[in-house]
């Protein structure tokens, strides 16, 4: 019901919420940043869930300190390409054999060792 009102007074509707907007200004950030947190939150979990939930090396699976790692090295300027996390986990899950996962500590030992 609510969709068919919407469809047919759009104008009405857009107008109604940015005036909500701009009266509401705060509460409407707070429920902006809530929004983009849960998403960014989504996102991890399926690139994690595509590279296994666990590190590959030594099958840790706290989240806290698991780590997406390029198998081939290139991290930074992926990253500089991308520009923003939630692009990084789309890629990840649409590319997921460039990564895998691995905890701090077997991350950091592979980029001592040279690997």
């Known amino acids: 019901m609510k969709k068919t009102w919407y469809k047919r007074n759009k104008k009405h509707a857009y107008a109604t919420m940015k005036a909500w907007r701009k009266r509401n200004r705060r509460r409407w950030l707070a429920l902006q940043r809530k929004a983009g947190r849960a998403y960014y939150a989504k996102l991890k979990r399926a690139a ?3 590279l ?3 590190c590959k090396a030594c099958g840790e699976i706290d989240t806290v300190v698991l780590q997406i790692d390029h198998v081939a090295g290139g991290g930074t300027k992926e990253m500089q390409r991308l520009g923003h ?3 990084f ?3 990840v899950v649409a590319k ?6 691995l905890c701090a500590n077997c991350n950091w030992r592979k980029r001592a060792e040279g690997e």
């Open 48 to 50: 994690y869930a595509v």
């Open 52 to 54: 296994g939930n666990a």
């Open 89 to 91: 986990y789309r890629e």
């Open 96 to 101: 997921p054999k460039k990564y895998q996962l």
């Open 85 to 87: 996390y939630n692009k």
